[in-house]
């Protein structure tokens, strides 16, 4: 596979913090985040540069912490920081492989992990470092979906890759639906148009004005996110 031309030199890995839990209920799986560690470092070694946008849905998420009586903001401030804890998982996975990796923040916690400089993530980008980005946009009422269209425009990558639990997007959803139809290539007009639950609308706009190509992909099947970057087949592409 890496002997195959990349479709994308740079791109943009979007992952809900769900993805690392594998089959638990809570947490993190040791294994699946070893697993995507080392696909990551295989599209590394291959020349892509990698920068990784991850979700905290596995510990906290403010929304559901909001339902509960918590006030908004503490808690998606409590999501921003769950996050953090995943991103710092993420980054030892890929250190234990011999990777490069920078974790940086969109919230100032200086002792933990970086703060994040547009500028300096494109540099470390440049020099084949992976670049984790943190806390979301640093705001509460922001998913972390709107946060990784944001990063994947501010750094200038040639697609997002959204990681999700089916393989690619349908008309309907797949699990409760026998005749839902899957797209192979989509508008961002007609996800709009359709209403379409793939990312949040603020995200799915910000990428539609940006020309943002979109590739969603299911993660849970081995080697995917290197074939998602390889591999025309794969997934749902979604384009301006």
């Known amino acids: 596979m890496q002997q195959q031309q990349a479709r994308y030199q740079r791109i943009l890995l979007k992952m809900s913090g769900e993805a690392l839990m594998g089959e638990q209920s809570f947490g993190l799986d040791a294994k699946v985040v070893g697993r995507i560690a080392k696909e990551v470092k295989t599209l590394n070694q291959a020349g892509v540069e990698v920068a990784i946008v991850i979700g905290g849905g596995n510990l906290f998420r403010g929304a559901q912490l909001a339902a509960l009586g918590m006030e908004r903001v503490t808690g998606d401030n409590m999501g921003m920081l769950a996050t953090v804890m995943n991103a710092l998982a993420l980054q030892d996975?890929?250190?234990q492989i011999h990777?490069?990796?920078?974790?940086?923040?969109?919230?100032?916690?200086?002792?933990?992990?970086?703060?994040?400089?547009?500028?300096r993530a494109i540099r470390h980008l440049e020099k084949k470092r992976?670049?984790?980005?943190?806390?979301g946009t640093g705001n509460p009422f922001f998913t972390t979906d709107?946060?990784?269209?944001?990063?994947?425009?501010e750094l200038e990558v040639d697609a997002m890759l959204k990681a999700t639990k089916v393989d690619g997007i349908y008309s309907k959803d797949p699990k409760q639906h026998v005749d839902a139809v899957k797209y192979d290539r989509l508008s961002y007009q007609q996800v709009l148009t359709d209403g379409l639950q793939v990312?949040?609308?603020?995200?799915?706009?910000?990428?539609?004005d940006n020309q943002m190509p979109l590739v969603v992909f299911d993660m849970t099947q081995p080697d995917e996110i290197v074939r998602a970057v390889f591999d025309e087949?794969?997934?749902?592409v979604v384009h301006a």
């Not at 992976?130 to 806390?135: D, H, N, P």
């Not at 709107?146 to 425009?153: E, V, Y």
């Not at 087949?233 to 749902?236: L, S």
């Open 233 to 236: 087949d794969v997934g749902t």
């Open 93 to 95: 996975a890929m250190e």
């Open 146 to 153: 709107s946060a990784a269209s944001l990063r994947a425009i």
């Open 199 to 208: 990312m949040d609308a603020t995200s799915i706009v910000m990428c539609r």
């Open 130 to 135: 992976v670049v984790i980005c943190a806390a």
């Open 99 to 119: 990777m490069d990796v920078r974790v940086m923040s969109a919230l100032r916690i200086d002792q933990v992990c970086e703060r994040f400089i547009r500028r």
